[in-house]
Structure formats: structure tokens, C-alpha cells
């Protein structure tokens, strides 16, 4: 026993309807860009960092580096496997 349902219409893309794609092909900029919502994902993961130690941690946005705990630091730049990089 078959069901007689109609046949399915394509559902469009969202990202045709959203302004990421024009921005990814060099339009305007999105208003949730990596120059908006960077500092906040950088303060995120310092967050995480800090919660791992119990001092105060002094950290320089210049050079994305943890200065008063070496320890710290390289709990927020981790030593990359072989053949992997940014």
C-alpha cells in the first residue's frame, strides 16, 4: 500500500539568502565579521586558558602572548603536530 504524497520541491540554499556569500566573493562585509567577533573569540579562549591557573595573568594584544606565565602561554599556543600549521 503506496502513499500518493506530491513530490518534494528543492529547498533554496540559505546562504543564497544571506549576505555571506556576497561577502565571500568580495561584497560588502558582513555585520558578524572576524574584525567584529575576533576580540571576542580571543577573550573567550583567554578565559580558558585562565580558568587552568590561579593567578592573575597579564596578557599583551600586540603580540597574542601571555607575559607573566610561561606556562600560561604555552597552554594557549600549543606545540602543532608535524605537518600541521597556521
Known amino acids: 500500500m503506496g502513499l500518493n504524497c506530491p513530490p518534494l520541491a ?15 566573493r568580495g561584497g560588502a562585509p558582513t555585520l558578524s565579521n572576524f574584525s567584529n567577533t575576533g576580540p571576542y573569540l580571543e577573550m573567550l579562549m583567554l578565559g580558558n586558558v585562565a580558568t587552568q591557573f590561579k593567578e592573575e595573568l597579564e596578557y599583551d594584544p600586540l603580540t597574542g602572548r601571555i607575559v607573566n606565565n610561561a606556562d600560561a602561554d604555552a597552554v594557549a599556543h600549543p606545540e602543532y ?5 597556521l
Open 81 to 85: 603536530r608535524q605537518g600541521w600549521s
Open 10 to 24: 528543492p529547498i533554496p540554499s540559505p546562504l543564497a539568502t544571506r549576505p555571506s556569500l556576497p561577502a565571500a
